[in-house]
T-cell receptor
Framework: DGGITQSPKYLFRKEGQNVTLSCEQNLNHDAMYWYRQDPGQGLRLIYYSQIVNDFQKGDIAEGYSVSREKKESFPLTVTSAQKNPTAFYLC??????????FGPGTRLTVL | KQEVTQIPAALSVPEGENLVLNCSFTDSAIYNLQWFRQDPGKGLTSLLLIQSSQREQTSGRLNASLDKSSGRSTLYIAASQPGDSATYLCAVMNYGGATNKLIFGTGTLLAVQP
């Protein structure tokens, strides 16, 4: 099956902890993205990558970090510097400048 | 700065009705516009992608139109069914600047009553 997978589905973080969200795609897409979704707000772009070993900050990158060592993978780390990390995190991928496809999401909760 | 607005925020209709969801954007210099569906607690499902050179796209009971000059898109759902109940999001990709960046509206929550 072709698609985008995210893990875990639910994640709990303690104060001061870094956590990493996984995103994998087997669609052979060059571009990958991370979005954050909060109740009552539209999706906001955290980071995106158009090619391996390159990525750019989105609108709300502070407190987050990413890597793109493989075409298929684009993990997101939520660092302790992110003061309000509780949200629904969505990963997407696409051919450059084309239709974006989304994964099932990870819900992160701060304890 | 591009802003995307979706009206209404929520809509309830009886099964079988045809309905229209609206999306407006402030900057007409868009590369494409995409409509998504989101079920509660789930990811986004892409419904239709309209390129800037196109006027409309159709998929089954769905038809999306695009009028760049007026900054508007509509999603038409024919013969609505309870299974269509979900949040519908539109998003635009601008020319220039950060490529591939989608700017989202806040969505329309649709409830189709059996």
């Amino acid at each position: 099956d072709g698609g985008i997978t995210q893990s875990p589905k639910y994640l709990f973080r303690k104060e001061g902890q870094n956590v990493t969200l996984s995103c994998e795609q087997n669609l052979n897409h060059d571009a990958m993205y991370w979005y954050r979704q909060d109740p009552g707000q539209g999706l906001r772009l955290i980071y995106y990558s158009q090619i391996v070993n390159d990525f750019q900050k989105g609108d709300i990158a502070e407190g987050y970090s990413v890597s793109r060592e493989k075409k298929e993978s684009f993990p997101l780390t939520v660092t302790s510097a992110q003061k309000n990390p509780t949200a629904f995190y969505l990963c997407a991928s696409s051919i450059v400048n084309n239709e974006q496809f989304f994964g099932p999401g990870t819900r992160l909760t701060v304890l | 700065k591009q802003e995307v607005t979706q009206i209404p925020a929520a809509l309830s209709v009886p099964e079988g009705e045809n309905l229209v969801l609206n999306c407006s954007f402030t900057d007409s210099a868009i590369y494409n516009l995409q409509w998504f569906r989101q079920d509660p607690g789930k990811g986004l499902t892409s419904l239709l992608l309209i390129q800037s050179s196109q006027r409309e796209q159709t998929s089954g009971r769905l038809n999306a139109s695009l009028d760049k000059s007026s900054g508007r898109s509509t999603l038409y759902i024919a013969a609505s069914q309870p299974g269509d109940s979900a949040t519908y999001l539109c998003a635009v990709m601008n020319y220039g600047g950060a490529t591939n960046k989608l700017i989202f509206g806040t969505g329309t929550l649709l409830a189709v009553q059996p």
